[in-house]
């Protein structure tokens, strides 16, 4: 078989030369949006001291070296999300960044090991205002590019259609005939119970699957392929165990308020309404470590700077967006890498 010829070839250069002029159009779209919109851009260092604690998401380690000699560990960031709480702690009341982030173990269709993140955040105004933002970015995305549907592998939706928007709780009733919060309090999940179910709906479970290792299978294999079809769907009110940074809602302490936008089955964007405790954000920072080492044999430490802040953090919503896969839903790309100016070799 013939190797791929590589992207700075001429001839693949031209051919992925219009996909990047379009996420060039589409970057300085969003960035005239936000600002009129008084959002202020901050460029948050890709350096810190923890990646992230999420038990899922690996980073990339370096090490430090000082004037003195001395060393120390830290990270390439997976999220700039650490950076911009701290900025509205200080007094920023709409931060957005549109940068490069990093997560090991990840490539493929439609992940890079380095790829750009768009994530804003809304001081003192409801999560629902950042759902509104999400499909307000997603038409602006597709308007900028001149189409009218966006696509990915033969499905396709239409960006200027209000979301659908839809709980998790309502979705695994829906397509896996599964009582999710059956299996969930407040403060604990029911491992068995979810695993009975998800066997009752013909899922495979293994001995030493999780809570948590169930839900993310029945998520992937029978509630994300009915998602984003036509027009974008707003997944929300995840378990409180599956969102680690977003606070309950007021109606239920079961779940979060976190949502999560898909397009074309497409996870784009990640959303909440933020966590402003400092001592249950520990808990949950110290559960997900312990998770991660128990499955990957590592831990991330903890960002106390980041626990410091909290308290003096403003209520406030935010959300996450991957901005190439944006791109490539505009631009009906198939690949990550082929709307990446300069993929990782």
Same mark, same amino acid.
């Given at each position: 078989? @013939?190797?791929?010829?590589?992207?700075?070839?001429?001839?693949?250069?031209?051919?992925?030369?219009? +996909?990047?002029?379009?996420?060039?159009?589409?970057?300085?779209?969003?960035?005239?949006?936000?600002?009129?919109?008084?959002?202020?851009?901050?460029?948050?260092?890709?350096?810190?001291?923890?990646?992230?604690? %999420?038990?899922?998401?690996?980073?990339?380690?370096?090490?430090?070296?000082?004037?003195?000699?001395?060393?120390? *560990? +830290?990270?390439?960031? @997976?999220?700039?999300?650490?950076?911009?709480?701290?900025?509205?702690?200080?007094?920023?009341?709409?931060?957005?960044?549109?940068?490069?982030?990093?997560? *090991?173990?990840?490539?493929?269709?439609?992940?890079?090991?380095?790829?750009?993140?768009?994530?804003?955040?809304?001081?003192? %105004?409801?999560?629902?205002?950042?759902?509104?933002?999400?499909? @307000?970015? !997603?038409?602006?995305?597709?308007?900028?590019?001149?189409? &009218?549907?966006?696509? #990915?592998?033969?499905?396709?939706?239409?960006?200027?259609?209000?979301?659908?928007?839809?709980?998790?709780?309502?979705?695994?009733?829906?397509?896996?005939?599964?009582?999710?919060?059956?299996?969930?309090?407040?403060?604990?999940?029911?491992?068995?119970? +979810?695993?009975?179910?998800? @066997?009752?709906?013909?899922?495979?479970?293994?001995?030493? =699957?999780?809570?948590?290792?169930?839900?993310?299978?029945?998520?992937?294999?029978?509630?994300?392929?009915?998602?984003?079809?036509?027009?974008?769907? !707003?997944?929300? %009110?995840?378990?409180?165990?599956?969102?680690?940074?977003? &606070?309950?809602?007021?109606?239920?302490? &079961?779940?979060?308020?976190?949502? %999560?936008?898909?397009?074309?089955?497409?996870?784009?964007? *990640?959303? #909440?309404?933020? +966590?402003?405790?400092?001592?249950?954000?520990?808990?949950?920072?110290?559960?997900?470590?312990?998770?991660?080492?128990?499955?990957?044999?590592?831990?991330?430490?903890?960002? =106390?700077?980041?626990?410091?802040? !909290?308290?003096?953090?403003?209520?406030?919503?935010?959300?996450?967006?991957?901005?190439?896969?944006?791109?490539? !839903?505009?631009?009906?790309?198939?690949?990550?890498?082929?709307?990446?100016?300069?993929?990782?070799?």
């Amino acid at each position: 078989m @013939t190797a791929a010829s590589p992207w700075w070839s001429p001839h693949v250069h031209a051919d992925r030369r219009p +996909l990047l002029l379009a996420r060039n159009r589409i970057a300085a779209r969003l960035r005239a949006h936000l600002a009129a919109q008084d959002f202020v851009e901050i460029d948050a260092a890709a350096l810190q001291v923890s990646p992230g604690n %999420e038990a899922h998401l690996h980073a990339f380690a370096t090490e430090a070296i000082g004037p003195d000699g001395g060393r120390r *560990n +830290l990270y390439l960031h @997976t999220s700039p999300e650490f950076a911009c709480k701290k900025l509205l702690a200080a007094g920023e009341p709409r931060p957005f960044c549109l940068g490069h982030v990093f997560r *090991n173990r990840e490539r493929g269709a439609l992940h890079h090991p380095e790829f750009t993140m768009l994530e804003w955040y809304r001081a003192g %105004e409801p999560w629902g205002t950042v759902m509104d933002d999400c499909a @307000t970015v !997603l038409a602006l995305a597709a308007e900028t590019a001149g189409t &009218r549907t966006v696509s #990915f592998r033969g499905v396709t939706a239409d960006p200027f259609a209000a979301p659908e928007r839809l709980t998790v709780a309502e979705a695994f009733d829906r397509f896996a005939g599964i009582d999710l919060l059956a299996t969930v309090t407040a403060t604990e999940t029911d491992r068995d119970g +979810l695993v009975a179910a998800a @066997t009752a709906a013909g899922i495979r479970t293994a001995a030493d =699957d999780t809570w948590s290792d169930v839900f993310s299978r029945i998520l992937v294999e029978r509630v994300e392929p009915k998602l984003g079809i036509a027009r974008a769907t !707003l997944l929300t %009110e995840y378990p409180v165990a599956e969102a680690a940074l977003a &606070r309950p809602t007021a109606h239920d302490p &079961r779940v979060a308020e976190r949502f %999560e936008m898909y397009v074309c089955r497409v996870e784009l964007a *990640n959303g #909440f309404g933020e +966590l402003t405790d400092a001592g249950e954000q520990r808990r949950r920072f110290v559960a997900e470590m312990d998770e991660k080492a128990r499955v990957y044999g590592e831990r991330y430490p903890i960002d =106390d700077d980041f626990l410091a802040a !909290l308290p003096v953090m403003p209520e406030a919503s935010g959300c996450a967006l991957g901005f190439d896969r944006l791109v490539m !839903l505009a631009t009906g790309a198939p690949r990550i890498d082929q709307v990446i100016w300069t993929p990782v070799a």
